[in-house]
Nanobody, 116 residues
Framework: QVQLVESGGGLVQPGGSLKLSCAAS????????MAWYRQRPGKERDLVAD???????EYAGSVEGRFSASRNMSGNTHDLEMNNLTPEDTAVYYC??????????WGKGTLVTVSS
């Protein structure tokens, strides 16, 4: 079993930056891949950044060039740095992981609000 806890959300002005972190615990050696998702108000949950087992990272088009994800391959954390934020980035951001048994895990989410 894996547990995921996000942190770092909050209120930021348009054009600002914020860094989210995801702390994993439990059987972290079983984690194959991780990702960040977000759910904007009234919308479905969408993929933001996909962090593959080999370290390759793919981003949603709406955040490409503004967001940067990283994974500490030897540890239990991974981060999402978000720059040049817009009100359209307002969402609950979720950490996601899949393990070597293809079990999926979600954090409870952290709220990011972009507003002046």
């Amino acid at each position: 079993q894996v547990q995921l806890v996000e942190s770092g959300g909050g209120l930021v002005q348009p054009g600002g930056s914020l860094k989210l972190s995801c702390a994993a615990s439990g059987d972290i050696s079983s984690i194959l891949a991780m990702a960040w998702y977000r759910q904007r108000p009234g919308k479905e949950r969408d993929l933001v950044a996909d962090i593959y087992a080999g370290g390759k990272i793919e981003y949603a088009g709406s955040v490409e060039g503004r967001f940067s994800a990283s994974r500490n391959m030897s540890g239990n954390t991974h981060d999402l740095e978000m720059n040049n934020l817009t009100p359209e980035d307002t969402a609950v951001y979720y950490c996601y992981a899949v393990d070597n048994r293809r079990l999926k895990y979600w954090g409870k989410g952290t709220l990011v609000t972009v507003s002046s």
